[in-house]
Structures are given as C-alpha cells and as structure tokens.
Nanobody, 116 residues
C-alpha cells in the first residue's frame, strides 16, 4: 500500500507560479514512477507529467516548457513546478504513483486556480 498526500495548491494570477508536492508513504520504495494529472470541472482527468525513479521525465504537449516535474527519491516526494500559469490551467491536480501495470495509487487532489 502507498499513501499519497499532495500540497501546494492555491490561487494565483495569470503568469504566476506554484509548486505542488506529493509525499508518498508506505511501500514507497517500490514506486516505478510518479505522475501528475489534472481535472477541470466538466472535463476528463488528463495527464500532465511523469517522472521515473531514474529521473526520466515525460510531459503533456500543453505544458510547453512551463512545468517541471522532479522527484526526491530519498524523501519519496515528487514535485511539479508550474510557471507562466494560464487560466486554463485551473483544475484539481492529482498525484499518481505506479507500482506495476496492476497496482497504482492516487492522492486526494489539490486545487489550482489561475485568475486572469
């Protein structure tokens, strides 16, 4: 079992920055990769970014260099630094941890609101 706790959400104006954190506990050493997803009201949850234990990262196209995902393996924590935020980035952001193809966990979500 893995527990994920997100923090760092909030309200900012367009062009501002936020850094989200996701702390994993439990069997966190078995995590293959950690990722961030987001879900805006009335929309499906979508992939934002992923970071593997090796440090390799992947991003959704809409990130366009504005977001940076990182991971501190010693602390079992993943981060999402978001710069140049836009109103369309407003959503609940969820942390995701993948152990294997059949075992994954989600955090409870943290709200990000960007005003114009």
């Amino acid at each position: 079992q893995v527990q994920l706790v997100e923090s760092g959400g909030g309200s900012v104006q367009a062009g501002g920055s936020l850094r989200l954190s996701c702390a994993a506990s439990g069997s966190s050493k078995s995590i293959n990769y950690m990722a961030w997803y987001r879900q805006a009201p009335g929309k499906q949850r979508e992939f934002v970014a992923r970071v593997y234990t090796s440090g390799r990262t992947t991003y959704a196209d809409f990130v366009q260099g504005r977001f940076t995902i990182s991971r501190d393996n010693a602390k079992s924590t993943a981060y999402l630094k978001m710069d140049s935020l836009k109103p369309e980035d407003t959503a609940a952001y969820y942390c995701h941890a993948q152990i294997s193809s059949s075992e994954a966990y989600w955090g409870q979500g943290t709200q990000v609101t960007v005003s114009s």
